[in-house]
């Protein structure tokens, strides 16, 4: 029994029914969400972000898996855990951002979630904290929340370096990428394809301009993401660093990313 049934419980008997008509159409109007995995030989990480997804308490939930061909367990993995709101793939595709375009084609949900193999929820309630937030009357174009960082066997490490700002805006990505792109909600009816110019940081391009789009942005003030400390901008950090800056340049101009380059110099010098 959750939280809001044994409410319903310690409801006077002659107001219940209406309250649990209230309750109903509550129900009926939360948001659905489409959690996004894009996997490849994944087999030795999928299995607790399957298993996340399919313990979270919210009731409109989709999951959607993409893997790409993979040649190891990934695949019966995928087909063991799936369930009825699973939809998945597994074919070859031109890579990470190629394979997350085509997950968004398959996507049902109103708000749009990516997690990575090896990524968890905080918690089992964290969507249906997450989505309870906000007036679904006037949904934002984006949730965004605190991310914690989980070791290989999904053991909390340390909270994320950068934290998410109180406000979020278009403008705040020039100090890096402040939101976890796994803590960053996106409204469907907002997203755009990932552009596939970009190897590495695509995801921080996409944001910014989803951003630029969405306008609302609304802070969920919650830990939303378990995020495992290893991936591919990290295993190519150089090349990712590359892309930041020249995406940095293009939505925000060449003198302020330069001067913003050397601030994070310096900080990092002093720390």
Known sequence: MGEDDELLCQVIPGQREAVVS??????????????????YNAEHTLERTLKSVR?????????????????????????????KKTTWVSEPDNGLYDA???????????????????????????????????DPARPPGILYGE?????????????????????????SFKQGMVVCHQAFIVRRDLARPYDLSYRFSSDFDWCIRVMKKGKTMHN???ILINYLNEGLTTTNRKASLE??????????????????????AVRAIFK
């Open 147 to 171: 991310t914690a960082i989980v070791d290989d066997n999904g053991r909390f490490l340390h909270m994320r370096r950068l934290k998410a700002p109180e406000k979020l805006t278009w403008k």
């Open 220 to 222: 969920t003030r919650l």
């Open 100 to 134: 997350m375009n085509k997950a968004m084609s398959m996507a049902m949900g109103d708000y749009l979630c990516f997690l990575n193999a090896g990524d968890t929820f905080y918690a089992p309630d964290t969507v249906e904290k997450m989505m309870r937030s906000f």
């Open 22 to 39: 209230f309750y109903c159409h509550l129900r009926e109007k939360m948001k659905s969400v489409s959690v996004i995995t894009v996997t």
């Open 243 to 264: 892309e930041r800056y020249r995406i940095m340049v293009k939505h925000y101009g060449h003198i302020s990313t330069f001067f913003h380059h050397i601030w994070f």
């Open 55 to 83: 313990e979270q308490t919210h009731p409109e939930i989709q999951h959607v898996i993409v893997d790409g061909n993979s040649s190891d367990a990934t695949v019966s993995l995928i087909e063991t855990h799936a369930g």
